[in-house]
């Protein structure tokens, strides 16, 4: 069996038919936070971004034909009509978590949340196609333009109270703009992404480390500790790999693929986190980065290293199920099985299955 066998087989026969039964609230058709490594759902706060992959991750099985599209419209109806419900905010904005009741657990507004569920609506809109889902994502845009407009572009990250800058929220902000660009003729989705792009290569980007960087200050200048910023190999991949699903050139997303591949990847698994003079910060491995590398590699035609992150993604995978982080010791951090990896995974793979 080769490795886009391999990877269809699991989706199909272990993946999906798991997620389906267990990962839905067959009640609200809300998506459960998290599985233990038995299967079965746990009771924790569901978080917006948890909701909003989600209806990804069963859209693209449509699209893949592991799911029968009037599952998947049935699946996003009712997981769409949960979320519109019990997260929207009267600002025009989401709220970060609710209880399996759907009573809010946590009210803060921060931007990661606000990018998954612009990213989310588009998953529902595309297969729903119904105005109000479209209408609701205007107005998420029009809460931000008008609660969230940093001073120097951009937009604040609101974290316990604290206003900060960060580069990983406009990344997924970006993500959800082109989802809407290729399925809603309304320039203004393409506007944004515009200006999200030019910060990220303005001011993300440190020249002199060539790599995106994390955290700012109000101007976009990289916070150091003792003269060094941390980036992360990850976001090096998945920023590139969106800039080219917006037709950007080569040349950007190939200078920061280049450094992940250079400082970040270490007996071929991707890193978490390196230092900006090129020595790891951590030397643990969470599953996602193999995910980011597996795309950007597959869309910058590196078939070696794609093939490489495939093979490290699958030594996370069990059954339907995955771990989430090797540690510098070499075993797996124990903890519930997340629904939100599942996003990262399908993405990749699909990619894979279809690209490479």
């Known amino acids: 069996m080769n490795r886009k066998e391999k990877a269809r087989t699991w989706l199909t026969e272990d993946v999906y038919p798991l997620w389906l039964t267990k990962g839905i609230d067959p ?50 109806r009712k997981a769409s009509d949960n979320f519109l419900g019990a997260y929207s905010d009267p600002t025009g904005g989401f709220i970060h978590a609710v209880n399996e009741e759907g009573q809010p657990t946590n009210k803060q507004m ?20 119904d105005p109000k889902i479209k209408a609701r994502a205007l107005e998420l845009i029009d809460y931000l333009q008008t609660h969230r407009r940093a001073p120097a572009g951009g937009f604040t990250e609101t974290l316990k109270g604290e206003t900060l800058y960060q580069s990983n929220p406009h990344m997924h902000l970006f993500e959800g703009l082109i989802a809407w660009t290729k399925i809603d003729h309304n320039p203004m989705w393409k506007d944004l992404a515009d200006k999200i792009l030019d910060l990220c290569q303005s001011k993300f980007i440190d020249n002199e480390a060539g790599v995106v960087c994390e955290h700012f200050d ?3 200048s990289p916070k150091r500790d003792n003269g060094l910023f941390h980036w992360e190999p990850g976001h090096q991949c998945e920023w590139a790999w969106l800039m080219l699903e917006m037709g950007t050139s080569k040349d950007i997303p190939q200078k920061i693929y280049s450094a992940c591949e250079k400082q970040g990847v270490k007996n071929g698994k991707t890193l978490d986190e390196i230092w900006s003079n090129g020595t790891p910060k951590t030397k643990s491995s969470r599953f ?3 995910s980011e590398r597996i795309k950007a590699a597959v869309a910058l035609g590196d078939d070696r290293a794609a093939d490489q992150a495939f093979d490290a993604l699958f030594k996370f995978f069990k059954g ?8 510098e010791n070499g075993e797996f951090k ?8 599942l996003y990262h995974i399908v993405n990749a793979l699909s990619e894979y299955i279809n690209k490479r």
């Open 27 to 76: 009640q609200s058709g809300a998506f459960h936070e998290c599985l233990n490594d038995q299967g079965q759902p746990q009771s924790a706060p569901r978080r917006a971004m948890v909701q909003c992959r989600q209806m990804y991750a069963f859209n693209e099985a449509g699209k893949l034909e592991i799911l029968k599209s009037d599952q998947v419209k049935q699946i996003l």
């Open 110 to 129: 921060d931007l990661y949340t606000q990018a998954f569920a612009l990213f989310g609506l588009a998953q529902a809109y595309e297969v729903l196609n």
């Open 218 to 220: 109000s101007n976009w």
């Open 288 to 290: 996602w980065p193999q």
């Open 320 to 327: 339907g199920l995955w771990e989430d982080q090797i540690l």
């Open 334 to 341: 124990k903890q519930p099985v997340k629904a939100s990896s």
